[in-house]
């Protein structure tokens, strides 16, 4: 069993920066997939990054490439998302996701979830 405690989110000027954190529990983590999904207002939840466990390698949506780096710290089981240039069609509350078994970026492949963080870029 995996919890997942996401934190970090806030109001943020356009042009401006934020970095949302994912504390997990679970000595297993490590081996987990872990992503960041994000959800506006009447729209569907959508990928944003993630990293696998086995390579360490990182996969981002088109809308934050270059923008928005996804890391994680095995020893302290946490995922982190730096996210720079933001703009307000970032708007969002923010998921954190893992899984043992995804390496893909469609949500319903995550069995674990936290329970968001709002981010909201004003123009």
């Known amino acids: 069993q995996v919890q997942l405690v996401e934190s970090g989110g806030g109001l943020v000027q356009a042009g401006g920066s934020l970095r949302l954190s994912c504390a997990a529990s679970?000595?297993?983590?490590?081996?987990?997939?872990s992503g960041w999904f994000r959800q506006a207002p009447g729209q569907e939840r959508e990928f944003v990054a993630l990293?696998?466990?086995?390579?360490?390698?990182?996969y981002y949506a088109d809308s934050v490439k270059g923008r928005f780096t996804i890391s994680r710290d095995n020893a302290k089981n946490t995922v982190y998302l730096q996210m720079n240039s933001l703009k307000p069609e970032d708007t969002a509350v923010y998921y954190c996701?893992?899984?043992?078994?995804?390496?893909?970026?469609?949500?319903?492949?995550?069995?674990?979830w936290g329970q968001g963080t709002l981010v909201t870029v004003s123009s």
């Open positions: 996701a893992a899984d043992p078994y995804s390496g893909s970026g469609k949500p319903a492949t995550y069995r674990y």
């Open positions: 679970g000595r297993t983590f490590s081996t987990y997939t």
């Open positions: 990293i696998t466990w086995s390579s360490g390698i990182p």
